[in-house]
């Protein structure tokens, strides 16, 4: 049974950086395209990084330039480096393949931005 654990998550003020990391208990990310999504509060869960098995990445228009999606295969790793918070980046974030596959959403990690 695959299993994705998030951390990484805080408190941090505007302008500020965290680092998230997805740690996954089987290989599924030497094989498959990975994401890094996000749920605010009142607001459906948003893809908003992804990157290719090959190693090309994918952002959402509001992170671009802000956050970079890296993965370590040999890990089993996916890591988010996130820069230049804004408040509106508060959320739980969550890994998972690309597409999601509903067994693997994990309990995410919250970030929390604040003005």
């Known amino acids: 049974q695959v299993q994705l654990v998030e951390s990484g998550g805080g408190l941090v003020q505007a302008g500020g950086s965290l680092r998230l990391s997805c740690a996954a208990s089987?290989?599924?990310?030497?094989?498959?395209?990975v994401g890094w999504y996000r749920q605010a509060p009142g607001k459906q869960r948003e893809l908003v990084a992804g990157?290719?098995?090959?190693?090309?990445?994918n952002y959402a228009g509001s992170v671009k330039g802000r956050f970079t999606i890296s993965r370590e295969n040999a890990k089993s790793m996916v890591y988010l480096q996130m820069n230049s918070l804004k408040p509106e980046d508060t959320a739980v974030y969550y890994c998972n393949t690309i597409p999601p596959n509903l067994e693997y959403w994990g309990q995410g990690t919250k970030v929390t931005v604040s003005s």
């Open positions: 089987g290989s599924i990310f030497s094989v498959n395209a």
């Open positions: 990157i290719t098995s090959g190693g090309s990445t």
